[in-house]
Nanobody, 124 residues
């Protein structure tokens, strides 16, 4: 019903910046939370950041605080992740996801739709 398309990834050097975008299409639905997750090879998928659509409140995992900024354009049904000061440990496939009901936003199981992911590679 809802498709999410993530884009903006690429190959950059440590210290560089990237801006990821996630655009929703298809059947409209209530979006309570939109979030970004990432998964590195051999590791579990982990939450990076999320934004509550109703009030714009945000969350960031400790390792990206001060470097990443999440924002949303609700009219465009798009969420962004501005990533500055990238580090090699940020290398991963980044996924966006949407929560259509009020659930705990940190849990993967609480999200209803997922994008295909976009690769971010940070070299030293």
């Amino acid at each position: 019903e809802v498709q999410l398309q993530a884009s903006g990834g690429g190959l950059v050097q440590a210290g560089d910046s990237l801006r990821l975008s996630c655009a929703a299409s298809g059947r409209a639905s209530s979006n309570y939370v939109m979030g970004w997750f990432r998964q590195a090879p051999g590791k579990e998928r982990e939450g990076v950041s999320w934004i509550r659509i109703s009030d714009g409140s945000t969350f960031y995992r400790d390792s990206v605080k001060g470097r990443f900024t999440i924002s949303s354009d609700n009219a465009k049904r798009t969420v962004y992740l501005q990533m500055n000061g990238l580090k090699t440990e940020d290398t991963a496939v980044y996924y966006c996801a949407v929560q259509t009901a009020p659930r705990i936003p940190t849990l993967l199981s609480g999200y209803d739709y997922w994008g295909q992911g976009t690769q971010v590679t940070v070299s030293s």
